[in-house]
C-alpha cells in the first residue's frame, strides 16, 4: 500500500524497498493549480452572488417597515412617504435589486439609518477588529490542536494510556459543548472579577491584553473539536503500511511523525476542520458582546436592536465573504499539503 507523503513521495511497504522513492508525474495541458483556482474561484464567485442576493431579501422579509426606521419613530406619514422615495422602496423589486447590486460595484452599501453615515465607512471601520480577532483565534487554534491531538493519539496508540483517553475524551466533548458567551463571561469573571489580571472589555490603550480573553473564549471550543479530529486521524495513519514500513526502517520518531504521518493526517483534519473554523464567525458575534469587542459582531447586534436594515445588510455581507475566504485558505493550503487535491 503507498501513501503519498508532504513532499510527493511515497512510503512503500516491502522489506528491501527504501521508506521514500522519487515518483513523477505529467499530466497534459494546463497546469494544475489553474484548474484548481477557476474551480475554488468560482465557488467564492458563487457564495457573493448568493450572499448578495440573501442580503437583499433581508429588507424584504424582515418584520417592519424600513422607511418608518430611517425616519424615525415619530415621523409623520408625508415624511415617512418623502423617505421611502428617497431609498427607492417604492420601486418595483427588480429595479432595487438592480440598484442593490450597481451600488455594491461602486462600494456603495448604503447609509446606516442609526449612524447617518455610509455603511462601508461603518463596516470597514469595524473589520480590522474582527478580522484580527479570527486570525490570531485561528492560528491559536491550528498551532494547538494540532499538536494535542497528535500527541495525545500518540501516546495512546493500540489502547495505550487508557487513563490519558478517557481524560482527553471528557474533557474536550465538554470544552466543545460549553457556548462561547458562557465560556466569555466565566473567563470575565475569574480572570477580571477574582484575579484581576486581564481587562473585561475592549481597551484601546490595553490592546493586546484585551486580546486575550476573546481570543480564548472564540478558541477553545474550536480547539476541542478540532483535537479530538486530528487524534483519530493520529490512530488511523499511524497504522497504515507506510508508517510500518518506516519504523522498520528505523526512521526517527521526530522525523517519522512531522515528514511521513503529519502531512498524511492534515488532509482530512483539515477538510473538516475548516467547517469548524468557519463557525468560529458566528460565535464571535457572541464573543464581542460579551467583551464590548467593537467588532462586526457587536455592530450587527446594535444594528439589529436600530432596526439599521443597511447596515444589517452591509455588515452580513462582510462576514460571509469573510466564511467564503477562510474556506478559500484552507483549500489553498490543502492542495499545497497535498498535490493530489490539486489534481
Known amino acids: 500500500m503507498n501513501r503519498r507523503a508532504a513532499n510527493g513521495a511515497d512510503v512503500t511497504t516491502g522489506a528491501s524497498a527504501p521508506p521514500l ?12 493549480w489553474i484548474s484548481y483556482a477557476l474551480k475554488r474561484g468560482g465557488g467564492v464567485a458563487a457564495t457573493f452572488v448568493v ?12 418584520p417592519g417597515d424600513p ?16 423617505v421611502r422615495q428617497e431609498l427607492g422602496l417604492a420601486d418595483p423589486l427588480w429595479t432595487q435589486f438592480a440598484n442593490y447590486v450597481g451600488g455594491l460595484f461602486r462600494g456603495d452599501l448604503g447609509t446606516s439609518f442609526s449612524l447617518n453615515a455610509p455603511v462601508s465607512q461603518a463596516v470597514f471601520s ?21 499538536p494535542l491531538g497528535m500527541m495525545v493519539g500518540i501516546f495512546t496508540r493500540n489502547g495505550r494510556r487508557p487513563w490519558l483517553g478517557s481524560i482527553f475524551g471528557y474533557s474536550t466533548a465538554f470544552f466543545s459543548a460549553v457556548p462561547a458567551y458562557v465560556l466569555a463571561t466565566v473567563l470575565v469573571l475569574v480572570f477580571s472579577v477574582w ?7 475592549y481597551s484601546p490603550g490595553n490592546l493586546a491584553a484585551a486580546l486575550v480573553l476573546p481570543c480564548v473564549a472564540l478558541s477553545i471550543a474550536s480547539i476541542c473539536a478540532i ?23 528505523r526512521v526517527s ?28 464567525l458566528g460565535g464571535a458575534i ?37 466564511g467564503a475566504l477562510l474556506t478559500l485558505l484552507v483549500d489553498v493550503i490543502l492542495a499545497i499539503i497535498d498535490p493530489r487535491i490539486r489534481a
Open 286 to 322: 457572541s464573543v464581542e458582546l460579551v467583551f464590548n469587542w467593537p467588532g462586526l459582531g457587536f455592530g450587527i447586534v446594535k444594528a439589529v436592536s436600530m432596526k439599521d436594515y443597511p447596515l444589517i445588510q452591509g455588515i452580513v455581507l462582510v462576514l460571509a465573504m469573510l
Open 21 to 32: 522513492q522519487k515518483t513523477t508525474s505529467s499530466s497534459p495541458g494546463r497546469s494544475p
Open 253 to 280: 520518531p521526530l522525523r517519522m511523525y512531522m515528514k511521513y504521518a503529519l502531512p498524511n493526517l492534515l488532509t482530512t483534519t483539515l477538510t473538516l476542520s475548516g467547517i469548524i473554523l468557519i463557525g468560529m
Open 195 to 201: 484575579l484581576r489580571v486581564l481587562p473585561p472589555a
Open 227 to 249: 483535537a479530538r479530529i486530528v487524534r483519530r486521524e493520529t490512530a488511523v495513519v499511524l497504522e497504515q503500511d507506510y508508517m510500518r514500513t518506516a519504523r522498520g526502517w
Open 126 to 146: 469595524r473589520l480590522p477588529f474582527t478580522a484580527g480577532l479570527a486570525f490570531l483565534s485561528l492560528i491559536v487554534v491550528l498551532v494547538v490542536a494540532v
Open 51 to 62: 450572499a448578495v442576493i440573501m442580503t437583499f431579501l433581508i429588507v424584504q422579509l424582515i
Open 67 to 82: 422607511a418608518v426606521s430611517a425616519a424615525g419613530q415619530n415621523a409623520n406619514a408625508e415624511r415617512i412617504e418623502q
